[in-house]
């Protein structure tokens, strides 16, 4: 194994790319239909974000209030939590 720094040491797997945090982002798609409501994104869920190129989200969320908290799942690695 090379030592840490060195220009051959590789990452054993790559994330997959994300969402930006905080920001406003549109969201195209929620379980391959338009979003009608935030009821739309309860429980176990994939929707599309508007990104260039489009970004797949899959979780599940829950209504909090007037918002949706969603838990990203990293479905191709034992489904671990990603971010919230």
Do not use: W, Y
Not at 31 to 47: C, I, K, M, Q, Y
Not at 63 to 71: A, M, P, S
């Amino acid at each position: 194994m090379p030592p840490m720094g060195s220009e051959d040491a590789s990452m054993s797997f790559t994330t997959p790319g994300s969402v930006p945090s905080g920001m406003a982002m549109p969201v195209s798609e929620v379980a391959g239909r338009a979003p009608a409501s935030l009821e739309d994104f309860r429980g176990d869920v994939t929707f599309l974000v508007g990104l260039e190129p489009p970004h797949l989200v899959e979780g599940c969320g829950r209504l909090d209030g007037l918002v949706v908290r969603f838990h990203e799942k990293d479905v191709q690695a034992n489904g671990k939590d990603i971010r919230v």
